[in-house]
């Protein structure tokens, strides 16, 4: 109760400071606002290699080069990206329609940083609140408080020593359940980034505040018969493993032509991957489904195959790289069918293109509907049906998905947080941007004179009669007007109408 209680207060005080913080820099100008997220993105990315041992040390998920990787990829890569965006003045002027955009920050971010990616997503999402000149608060996961802290900090003081005022970056020590609905509740929290599991989405909805929510993805990658087999085999096995599989993005199922089985097989074996045997894939079952039937079990997220396996019961070589789980359903009969979170593969045979189509719709219906999709073809029609049909905001061809997603082999923008759009209950498709923390005020002038059809002239001539009137005596008023007269002010009302809609 008393950590509760703690939490709470700490969460209502540091959107306190980060308010005030965040009042102060609304003015600066993009100057300085650059000036700032260059030095945060120099912090991270020269103490990505410490960051990285604290988070592995803390959450023993995942791994450290890995980790590594994306703590340069939330820094140095993002810092490209987003250091040309206009955050800051007139976005746009159209001189034609006579309207003019401003960016306006939007105030408090509060972020909830998960245990799976906690410096990268950190450090990625403090920089596109303070590069739209919002403050932000972290609420950390609480297997990942210290390294989520210490990147904070790290953050925080290369911004105050940019020029930035004291309070734009800020993480709670004491995070509970109440403490993180106090942030996301707190009437100063304008808009809260939340990355996380489906419970915790849900809770972040439930605010009442403007929120992205991400959820769980369960990526279906398909290896058509036109497919190059070997880079194929290796994008998906590099997607599976990276970081030991965290990423929301990773690789979940492999879905295989009926053509190139056997090539498959044969190139999965020559990447050191380990086809589980039924009685392993039922001992697997037993290890990683809870009794509830729902998630993963939170053990064996992040770990290598040889201690997942080693808990399950049984043996791998040490040098294999991940365990592939034989599937012919998708749902409660084959569980493994779902988000794994650690370098298990569940493996489909499918013959035809369209069978294939029709197996990735079940498996993004189980818990990655809106999310990712890889589609490894030489096929262009293919790619096509895939990128018009398929339910996923993002088609990765021919590359590994879990970093091609994040924009890191690919041309999407480089993010940590990616929008499953409607489908998978969030407000947003896109991979999140500075673009998407700033409000868009806009002016805009008359361009075509209201015409009141009962009086016959614009609104702007009847102002200047009315103000001519008030400087002559007053005249009697007019008699009714003959109904031709009347017929001739509606025609006219009607074709102006009708050329300003053109």
Not at 24 to 50: C, G, W, Y
Not at 334 to 347: I, M, Q, T
Not at 409 to 425: D, I
């Amino acid at each position: 109760m008393d950590a509760d209680l703690r939490s709470v207060q700490e969460a209502r005080d540091l959107v306190s400071r980060a308010a005030d913080a965040q009042r102060r820099f609304a003015s600066a100008s993009q100057t300085a606002v650059d000036a700032v997220i260059r030095a945060m993105a120099a912090a991270a990315a020269t103490n990505a290699e410490r960051l990285a041992r604290i988070a592995v040390d803390e959450t023993a998920m995942g791994v450290y080069e890995h980790k590594i990787i994306k703590n340069r990829f939330a820094s140095e890569f993002l810092l490209d990206y987003i250091l040309p965006m206009q955050t800051v003045g007139v976005l746009r002027e159209d001189r034609t329609r006579k309207v003019r955009e401003l960016a306006v920050p939007m105030g408090v971010v509060g972020a909830i940083i998960p245990t799976t990616n906690p410096t990268s997503t950190a450090i990625y999402k403090a920089l596109i609140s303070v590069k739209a000149r919002n403050a932000i608060v972290m609420s950390p996961h609480p297997r990942a408080t210290k390294s989520i802290v210490e990147t904070s900090r790290l953050l925080e003081d290369a911004a105050v020593g940019a020029g930035a005022p004291p309070g734009l970056v800020n993480a709670m020590t004491i995070p509970t359940l109440d403490g993180t609905n106090a942030l996301m509740r707190h009437k100063q929290t304008a808009v809260i980034l939340a990355t996380g599991g489906a419970d915790m989405v849900r809770a972040v909805y439930a605010a009442g505040k403007p929120a992205y929510g991400v959820g769980p993805g369960n990526v279906p990658a398909i290896i058509e018969r036109t497919a190059h087999i070997e880079k194929a085999v290796a994008d998906v096995v590099d997607g599976k493993t990276f970081d030991a599989g965290v990423l929301c993005s990773a690789e979940n199922s492999v879905i295989c032509d009926a053509p190139v089985e056997q090539a498959v097989r044969d190139a999965f074996r020559r990447e050191r991957a380990h086809f589980c045997s039924a009685e392993e894939k039922r001992a697997l079952e037993r290890l990683m489904i809870p009794p509830t039937g729902k998630g993963i079990n939170p053990d064996v997220v992040g770990k290598q195959p040889q201690e997942i396996a080693r808990q399950a019961g049984f043996a791998i070589a040490p040098d294999a790289k991940l365990m592939i789980v034989e599937l012919s359903t998708v749902g409660r009969d084959d569980p493994l069918s779902r988000e794994k979170l650690s370098p298990v593969l569940g493996f489909f045979v499918e013959n035809g293109w369209e069978r294939c189509c029709e197996r990735a719709i079940q498996l993004l219906n189980y818990g990655g509907l809106g999310h990712s999709l890889g589609i490894h073809s030489q096929d262009r029609y293919v790619i096509d049906r895939f990128f018009e049909e398929k339910p996923a905001f993002r088609i990765v061809v021919n590359s590994n998905v879990a970093i091609g997603a994040v924009g890191y082999t690919t041309g999407f923008a480089p993010a940590m947080t990616l929008g499953p759009g409607s489908w998978g209950g969030s407000i947003t498709s896109d991979n999140i941007t500075p673009l998407h923390l700033i409000n868009i005020k806009r002016l805009g002038e008359e361009i075509r004179p209201y015409v009141d059809p009962l009086r016959g002239a614009p609104t702007s001539a009847r102002a200047a009669a009315s103000l001519e009137s008030r400087r002559t005596p007053a005249e009697p008023p007019d008699a009714p007007l003959p109904a031709g007269d009347v017929q001739r002010i509606v025609d006219q009302f009607l074709a102006g109408f009708r050329a300003g809609r053109r």
